[in-house]
C-alpha cells in the first residue's frame, strides 16, 4: 500500500515537469492547505511572466509527511497578545503525551487559542480570522509564542500576522466542525479525500481561478482598445489603413512611423491633389492651365531678370565701360593733340592702341587703294609722309588727320552705344514689385508650394538688389541670385501632367492614378495623430498574446490524470476497511456503511459514504447530523492511520450534535488514541469532560487538564486545574482555603465596601461547595452527568446518620442570603475572618468524617462477605 508520505514523495518529481506557478501554487498548497485571493494574484502573474520571482515545491514544504518518524507535538502556547485580549503572560501548555482536555465556558477566550493553531497546523479552515477584542483600545499587536516537540528536539515559533508557519506544525493536524467537511462535503454525498488528492483537487480549482485571472486581464485589455481605432477612417484599401485595420502583436511600429512621416514636398503633393480632385476636372485643368500659363510667363521674366544681374553681365559692363573709355579718350586725343607737338600717348596704351589702329585703317583703305605713292611709313613718332612731294605729303597729312578723327569719333560712339544699350537691356529685365509677390503666391498659395515661392522670393530680391547695383555701376555683390530654375520647370511639367489627367475619363489608369496617389497620401497624413493610439494598441496586442500563451499552462487535464493516479494508490482495500472499523467504533453500526468511490470528476476523485445493502439510497437523508460527525471523524482518524501519521491531534468541540451513546463511543475512541500520540480536546461541553475523565480512568490513563477562565473582562486566563463544574468538594475546599490564606493580612485593612464584597462572594463559594459535598457523597453510586447507577457501592448511603443531615442543614443555614432565614446565618456585614475560617474548618471536618466511614464500610464489605449486595 502506498503510504500519504510516499505519495507526497511521487508528487514532488512529478511537480518537476509542470509549469511554474503550478510548482509554486503547490508549495502554497502543502504548507497552507488553501489559497488565498492574493495568492492567486501572485500565481496569475508567476504564469504571465517568465521573470517573476517563484519557489517550487521542495522536500522541506513537505515536511509534515515525515512526521510518522519525527512526531509532533504542541507543548505551550506562551504569551498569546491581540488574540481576544488575553491576560498578559498565560500561558496554555498541553501534555507531550497522552490526553490534554482544555476546557473553558462561552466567551473564556478558548476559541482564540484554536484559531491560533489553524493558522499553524494543518487543517480544512485556514480562512477563519484571528480576532482580537472589540474594546481594545490599544490595539495591542497580535503575537505569540508556539513552543513545540518534534523527534527529541524542542522546537519554539514566533508567530505573527503575516509570518509564514512552521512547516513542522503542519505534521500536527485539527478536526472541528470546518475542516470535517474535507470528509463530509454535504449532507448528501460523503467524500473521503486523502491529503495529498486534496492538494491535487486546491491545484485543480486553482487553475480555474487562475485561468479567470488570465480571461479577466484579456477582458480588461480588450476594453481598453482606443476608441478612434474601433472604426478608423482610413480606407482599407491603402498602405497605411491596411495596416491599420490589421493592427496586430506583430505590427510594425517602424513602418508606420515612416508611413505618417510626410516629407514638405508630400504635403505640396497632398494638398495640389486635394485641391484638383475636389473640383470639377474640367475646371480644374483649365484651372492648372491658366496656373502654367502665368508661372511660365513670370518665370521667363524672373530668368531676365535673374540673367541681367549674374556676375557676367557685371563684367560684360565693365568691358563695355572700359571699350567705352579708352574709345572716347583716342577721339580727344585725335581731335585735340594727334598733331600737336606733344608726343603720342606711350606705345601699348588702350588709346595708343586705338589710334595706332586708325592709322593703320587709314594705310589700308586710303593709302594703299592709292598705290602712286608709298608714303606710309612707320616711325617712332608717328606718321611720316616726308617722302611724299610736298604738295602730296599735305594732301595725305591732311586727309590722315581728318580720317583718324572722323574713325575715333566713330568708334567712341559705337562703345558709348554698347555700353547704353546694355543698361537699358537691364532697365528691361526689371519686375515690378507687385509682379514678384503676384508670382509669390501664385506659386505659394494657388499651385500650393510655399517653400519653392520662398526660393523664388530669396531670388527676386538678391537679383532686384543686384540690378540696383549693376545701374548705379557699383561693383557686384558676392553672391548671384539662385535660380530654382529646375525647380520651377518641374512645377511646371507637373502643372501640365496633372492637366492633363484632369482632362482625361474618370475611370482612366491616368485619372485612376492620381486618385490612388491622392489616397494614399491623405491616408499617410491621417496616420501620424493615430501613432500613439496605434503603439497602444500594439502593447496592448502583445500583452493579450503573452495572456494566451499562458492560458496554455492552465489546463488541468495533467492534474486530473495524476490526481486518478493517486486514487488507485491511496484509497485502498486496507483504508477501507480502517474505515469500516473506525465506523465501528463510532458506533454507526444502526445502517452499515462503507467507502466506496463512485467518480472522478474535475480532477478530484470521490469515495462517497454508501450504505451496504442500499448503496443508491441518500445518506444525508438517513443520517442525523450527529452520526456525520461521527462518519467525519471516522474518515479523519482512518487516513491518519493509513497514512502512518503519529503527530498531535487537536480536536475543538468534536461532540457537537452528538447523542449519549455516541458521546461515550468517541470520547473512548479519542482515549484510545491517546495512547499513540498526543490527543488535545477543546470543548466547553462539561458533560464530554467527565466522560473522558472516566475513559481515562476506566483505561488507567492519565488526562492533563487545562482551563480557561474569564477574569473579570478578561479573558484566556489559563491554568492547569479542572474548571470548578468538575473539581471535587475536597479539592473546592482546598483552593478556599488558598484563597483565604492569600487575604489573611489585607481582610482587617480593607474599606467595609471591599471586604463585604469579597464575603459575599465568598460565602456563595461555600455554600456551592457544601452542595458539591452532597454530590460528592452519593457519587460512588451514581456519577455525575452519568445514568449508570452502581448497585455494589449503595452501601456508602448506609454511611449517612441523623447528624450529617443536621450539620448539611445548619450550614446551609449560616450560608443562606437572609441573615434572617436561620439562627446563626453569617451576616456579610459583620462577618470576620475568624468566622470564614472557622466555616471552612467546619466543611473540612464533615468531609473528613464521611469520607472515612465510607470507607470503613468499603473495608467491611470486602472483608465480610455477609454484608455484600
Not at 184 to 192: H, I
Request: proline share 4%; charged share 30%.
Amino acid at each position: 500500500m502506498v503510504t500519504e508520505k510516499a505519495a507526497f514523495m511521487e508528487l514532488l518529481e512529478w511537480a518537476k515537469d509542470q509549469p511554474r506557478w503550478q510548482q509554486d501554487a503547490l508549495r502554497r498548497l502543502a504548507l497552507n492547505g488553501v489559497l488565498t485571493e492574493t495568492d492567486v494574484d501572485d500565481l496569475a502573474l508567476i504564469c504571465l511572466d517568465p521573470k517573476a520571482p517563484s519557489q517550487p515545491l521542495t522536500s522541506f514544504n513537505l515536511a509534515a509527511e515525515d512526521a510518522g518518524d519525527n512526531p509532533v507535538a504542541l507543548l505551550r502556547i506562551e504569551k498569546p497578545a491581540g488574540i481576544d485580549a488575553p491576560a498578559s503572560n498565560q500561558t496554555l501548555e498541553f501534555a507531550k503525551d497522552g490526553l490534554t482536555v482544555v476546557y473553558g465556558d462561552n466567551a473564556s477566550g478558548k476559541s482564540g487559542y484554536v484559531r491560533l493553531l489553524r493558522h499553524v497546523c494543518r487543517t480544512g479552515d485556514r480562512e477563519a480570522a484571528i480576532l482580537r477584542e472589540a474594546e481594545d483600545p490599544v490595539m495591542t499587536p497580535q503575537t505569540a509564542k508556539i513552543v513545540f516537540w518534534r523527534g527529541v528536539t524542542e522546537v519554539e515559533f514566533s508567530w505573527a500576522p503575516g509570518i509564514s508557519g512552521h512547516p513542522d506544525l503542519t505534521a500536527v493536524s485539527i478536526f472541528d466542525a470546518r475542516s470535517a467537511n474535507i470528509h463530509v462535503e454535504k449532507t448528501d454525498a460523503v467524500a473521503f479525500i486523502p491529503r495529498p488528492m486534496k492538494i491535487l483537487e486546491a491545484l485543480e480549482d486553482a487553475c480555474d481561478r487562475v485561468r479567470a485571472r488570465l480571461e479577466s486581464q484579456i477582458s480588461a485589455s480588450e476594453a481598453q482598445k482606443p476608441i478612434v481605432l474601433n472604426s478608423p477612417k482610413l480606407g482599407r484599401e491603402t498602405t497605411a489603413g491596411a495596416l491599420v485595420h490589421n493592427l496586430s502583436a506583430n505590427s510594425n511600429l517602424a513602418q508606420l512611423t515612416l508611413l505618417a512621416t510626410l516629407s514638405t514636398e508630400d504635403l505640396t503633393r497632398l494638398r495640389m491633389l486635394a485641391a484638383d480632385l475636389t473640383q470639377d476636372p474640367k475646371h480644374a485643368a483649365l484651372r492648372l492651365v491658366n496656373q502654367k500659363k502665368q508661372l511660365d510667363e513670370q518665370v521667363a521674366r524672373l530668368g531676365r531678370l535673374v540673367a541681367a544681374t549674374s556676375d557676367r553681365a557685371f563684367v560684360e559692363r565693365e568691358k563695355l565701360k572700359a571699350d567705352r573709355d579708352t574709345k572716347s579718350e583716342a577721339a580727344r586725343l585725335a581731335s585735340e593733340r594727334l598733331f600737336a607737338a606733344s608726343p603720342l600717348p606711350e606705345a601699348g596704351h588702350a588709346t595708343w592702341r586705338s589710334l595706332w589702329e586708325a592709322a593703320r585703317k587709314y594705310s589700308s583703305e586710303v593709302i594703299e587703294r592709292d598705290s602712286t605713292s608709298d608714303a606710309f611709313a612707320d616711325s617712332s613718332s608717328g606718321v611720316s609722309f616726308q617722302q611724299l612731294p610736298g604738295t602730296e605729303a599735305t594732301r595725305y597729312r591732311m586727309s590722315f588727320e581728318s580720317f583718324v578723327k572722323e574713325v575715333t569719333k566713330t568708334e567712341e560712339e559705337k562703345a558709348t552705344k554698347a555700353y547704353s544699350r546694355k543698361f537699358a537691356e537691364a532697365a528691361a529685365a526689371r519686375i515690378p514689385v507687385d509682379d514678384l509677390l503676384q508670382l509669390r503666391r501664385l506659386i505659394a498659395d494657388e499651385i500650393g508650394d510655399p517653400v519653392l515661392a520662398r526660393k523664388v522670393k530669396d531670388c527676386c530680391i538678391r537679383a532686384k538688389w543686384r540690378l540696383r547695383a549693376f545701374e548705379r555701376e557699383h561693383t557686384a555683390p558676392d553672391t548671384e541670385p539662385s535660380f530654382p530654375e529646375a525647380d520651377l520647370s518641374t512645377l511646371s511639367a507637373s502643372l501640365g501632367e496633372r492637366a492633363a489627367r484632369l482632362s482625361a475619363d474618370r475611370n482612366s489608369p491616368e485619372h485612376l492614378a492620381l486618385l490612388k496617389e491622392f489616397l494614399e497620401l491623405n491616408d499617410r497624413e491621417a496616420l501620424q495623430p493615430l501613432l500613439e493610439d496605434i503603439k497602444a494598441e500594439i502593447e496592448r496586442q502583445k500583452k493579450i498574446d503573452t495572456i494566451n500563451e499562458a492560458l496554455k499552462d492552465v489546463a488541468k487535464e495533467a492534474v486530473a490524470t495524476k490526481n486518478g493516479d493517486f486514487s488507485d494508490k491511496l484509497v485502498t482495500n486496507a483504508l477501507r476497511g480502517r474505515f469500516a472499523r473506525e465506523i465501528e467504533k463510532m458506533k454507526l453500526t444502526r445502517m452499515p456503511v462503507e467507502l466506496k468511490k463512485i467518480k472522478d470528476q474535475n480532477a478530484v476523485s470521490h469515495f462517497q459514504v454508501c450504505l451496504v445493502e442500499k448503496p443508491n439510497a441518500s445518506v444525508g437523508q438517513l443520517f442525523s447530523e450527529g452520526e456525520h460527525r461521527c462518519v467525519a471523524l471516522a474518515a479523519f482518524l482512518a487516513e491518519l492511520a493509513t497514512s502512518k501519521r503519529y503527530s498531535g491531534i487537536v480536536f475543538d468541540d468534536p461532540m457537537a450534535s452528538l447523542d449519549p451513546v455516541h458521546r461515550q463511543a468517541v470520547a473512548a475512541r479519542l482515549v484510545e488514541e491517546a495512547e499513540h500520540r498526543q490527543v488535545v480536546v477543546f470543548t466547553h461541553d462539561l458533560t464530554f469532560l467527565l466522560q473522558l475523565r472516566r475513559e481515562a480512568e476506566a483505561s488507567s490513563r492519565t488526562i492533563r487538564y487545562q482551563t480557561v477562565r474569564r477574569k473579570l473582562t478578561h479573558p484566556n486566563n489559563a491554568d492547569d486545574k479542572l474548571p470548578d463544574k468538575a473539581r471535587s468538594a475536597v479539592q473546592l475546599t482546598q483552593t478556599l482555603r488558598s484563597e483565604l490564606n492569600v487575604v489573611k493580612w489585607q481582610f482587617d485593612h480593607w474599606p467595609d465596601a471591599k471586604r463585604n464584597t469579597f464575603c459575599k462572594g465568598f460565602i456563595e463559594q461555600l455554600k456551592e461547595t457544601w452542595d458539591r459535598s452532597i454530590a460528592d457523597f452519593i457519587f460512588p453510586t451514581q456519577n455525575r452527568f452519568d445514568n449508570h447507577t452502581k448497585g455494589t457501592s449503595q452501601l456508602n448511603l448506609a454511611t449517612m446518620e441523623q447528624a450529617d443531615v443536621e450539620t448539611v442543614m445548619a450550614a446551609r443555614g449560616r450560608l443562606s442570603e437572609e441573615p434572617r432565614a436561620s439562627a446563626g446565618a453569617l451576616n456579610p456585614d459583620t462577618i470576620s475572618y475568624g468566622d470564614l475560617f472557622a466555616e471552612i474548618g467546619k466543611l473540612e471536618d464533615w468531609l473528613a468524617h464521611i469520607g472515612q466511614r465510607q470507607k470503613d464500610v468499603k473495608a467491611q464489605t470486602i472483608s465480610d462477605p455477609a454484608v455484600r449486595v
